[in-house]
């Protein structure tokens, strides 16, 4: 029996060096994110002038800021917080990966060196965010009238594109469909790996929940507009290309709803099935799966709802559906036509909306 202890202990040993070494990157990149905020604001109200002799615009800033030394900075920082963490309290990372230290939980938040880094993070967050996008609220409130003639032309609709408009509507809602089906076996197949408390209790299991979390994250991120570009280069254009692009992307966001789902289930079914001597599978196929279909349905059901709001705009690009002749309309400036396709649109998701809730108010 002595080598599977020697075996538990190892497992055990390489488990924390994985959750500190995560703690660690978590650390490294808040702390490094922080520095190049400073930066910013710094370089921003230095009156640091451009080659053109202008004050520099946020995009130049952001040219000029120090993104290696930021990040050997922030690993630096984070190393130290966590090797003095006794005196200094738990860092961010470490918190989120191994939890508050006892001595530290019952504290508030404002007496904790974390709780008053991460509120200044986000104040930092916030005002780079401001100067970073350009906010002008003036502009915005004293110059409505350069878009009074949109606006006119949008209130008057064209009876021109009305009949265009619903073919192409009936194929938007069907694009959207499809995706949405096509991603449904895909998602609840990676949901499971992709569930925290199904995938804690081996080594292989956390390397599939890694691996699974950090591939779906990755598609998510990319947006519906970009994988459709990839598509229509791979499939021409079309609805086709729109169909793949949706179900990439509804493929990832479906995964993230439905594991989320599976992460608050009722544990106490499964042990009590895992008792009787039951195999893994049989403890997903009864202990787990009946939770979570009824809400499992009524994500997907809000999924195709924003699949048909994408497919506008992936019908911008070539991807099929009522956005494919939107978009010339908007760049000839016909606001009366470009308005009676946007009723089209709006009067469907609102329509979809009402059938969707009637629906999850039945499965719920």
């Given at each position: ?8 202990v ?12 995560q703690?660690?990157i ?43 030394w ?22 961010p ?113 956390r ?51 439905y ?44 999924r ?51 059938i ?9």
């Amino acid at each position: 029996m002595g080598w599977k202890d020697d075996s538990s202990v190892r497992r055990a040993v390489l488990v924390k060096s994985l959750d500190r070494l995560q703690a660690t990157i978590l650390d490294a990149v808040l702390l490094g994110i922080t520095l190049l905020m400073l930066e910013f604001l710094f370089l921003a109200f230095s009156g640091r002038r451009g080659p053109t002799g202008l004050l520099l615009s946020a995009e130049q800033i952001l040219d000029l800021l120090h993104y290696s030394w930021a990040a050997v900075g922030g690993l630096i920082l984070a190393l130290l917080w966590n090797l003095f963490y006794r005196h200094l309290g738990a860092s961010p990372g470490r918190a989120w990966v191994r939890g508050v230290p006892d001595w530290e939980a019952p504290l508030a938040w404002n007496r904790t060196l974390r709780g008053w880094y991460l509120a200044v993070f986000i104040e930092l967050t916030v005002f780079s965010g401001w100067l970073i996008t350009e906010l002008d609220l003036f502009t915005f409130l004293t110059k409505f009238g350069k878009a009074a003639d949109i606006v006119r032309g949008l209130m008057h609709p064209s009876g021109a594109v009305l009949h265009e408009g619903l073919v192409l509507l009936v194929q938007t809602i069907f694009l959207a469909f499809m995706a949405t089906a096509f991603a449904i076996p895909v998602a609840f197949v990676l949901a499971f790996p992709s569930a925290r408390n199904l995938t804690r209790h081996t080594l292989t299991a956390r390397i599939s929940y890694t691996v699974a979390r950090t591939l779906m994250n990755f598609v998510r991120a990319v947006e519906p507009l970009v994988w459709a570009l990839i598509f229509i280069s791979w499939v021409g254009i079309g609805p086709f290309a729109g169909v793949l692009a949706l179900w990439v992307h509804s493929v990832a966001a479906l995964t993230k709803l439905y594991s989320e789902q599976i992460e608050s289930i009722d544990t106490g079914p499964m042990e009590a099935i895992a008792a009787t001597g039951a195999s893994g599978l049989q403890v997903l196929r009864y202990g787990v799966v009946p939770q979570v279909i009824p809400p499992f349905l009524s994500f997907t059901i809000y999924r195709w709802d924003i699949n048909v709001r994408m497919s506008t705009i992936i019908g911008f690009v070539g991807g099929g559906g009522i956005g494919y002749i939107l978009k010339p309309r908007v760049d000839l400036g016909e606001w009366g036509e470009v308005g009676t396709l946007v009723l089209l649109i709006a009067g469907t998701v609102w329509l979809m909306d009402v059938i969707s809730a009637k629906i999850r108010e039945r499965i719920v």
